[in-house]
């Protein structure tokens, strides 16, 4: 025969305290101030942890001409947010060129394609949502051989002329650049010398003679590669 338990009995309410726990207002009440402390709870954590941040920076990339940079960057935010490119301040359009990619959990890359020294800049990522804004800037760097882009022109002079050989050159790092007479060096003098400026050099001949006619050569060179070109002048 089993043993009877007790009843356990319920505390009374603490004195001028009336409210009935089964009344269903009490309950209601309960329900709506439970709802509110979990909306204050996930409304804190939303502060917290959804603002944009950067949880990886940019790095400078190097970019060779004629192939493809990447520029990777770790953020965090929630909700999802907005992300936009620059480069120098405008924006970059999703496509062909410029590729947006997104990586779970929490990487966006930016995809430069066919490279060439108009796409060296600053480029900036723009991350926001309803909780604010982040941003993060890299560069890309280009580096192209030393290219002639237009040779020099052959030239028939009469003495006394001034002579001018313009050539247009590029490559990032700056190249090195020459002119050879007949496979000589040329020396500089206040009659013949030449000049470098961005993406042209030109060989100067003031007073030209007889013995300056003869094959010019212009070299250009950096740690890429090199190119080079040539003209005749003819003088009587």
């Known amino acids: 025969m089993s043993k009877t338990v007790p009843a356990k009995k319920v505390a009374a309410p603490p004195p001028g305290c009336n409210i009935d726990i089964n009344d269903p207002m009490v309950q209601d009440a309960a329900i709506k101030i439970q709802a509110s402390f979990r909306g204050h709870r996930e409304r804190r954590v939303l502060r ?3 603002p ?5 920076d940019l790095k400078d990339v190097v970019l060779i001409e004629g192939s ?3 520029l990777d960057c770790r953020v965090s935010a929630f909700p999802d947010p907005l992300i936009r490119w620059f480069k120098d301040g405008r924006e970059l359009k999703d496509g062909p060129k410029y590729r947006y990619t997104f990586e779970d959990p929490d990487v966006v890359a930016l995809v430069v394609r066919d490279g060439t020294l108009s ?3 600053k480029y900036t990522i723009s991350i926001t949502n309803t909780f604010g804004e982040a941003y993060d800037s890299a560069k890309i760097i280009i580096e192209v051989p030393g290219k002639i882009e237009k040779g020099p022109d052959n030239v028939k002079a009469k003495v006394g002329q001034t002579v001018k050989l313009v050539v247009q ?3 990032e790092p700056e190249p090195d650049v020459g002119w050879c007479k007949d496979g000589v060096d040329i020396d500089e003098n206040d009659r013949v010398f030449y000049d470098i400026d961005v993406d042209t050099t030109t060989l100067t001949i003031k007073n030209i003679t007889k013995a300056d006619a003869g094959k010019y050569e212009v070299y250009v060179e950096n740690s890429l590669g090199m190119d080079q070109s040539f003209a005749r002048i003819d003088v009587n």
């Open 48 to 50: 917290e942890k959804g």
């Open 52 to 56: 944009p941040r950067i949880l990886k």
């Open 68 to 70: 493809a940079a990447r």
């Open 119 to 121: 796409d060296l800049g």
């Open 169 to 171: 050159i590029s490559g």
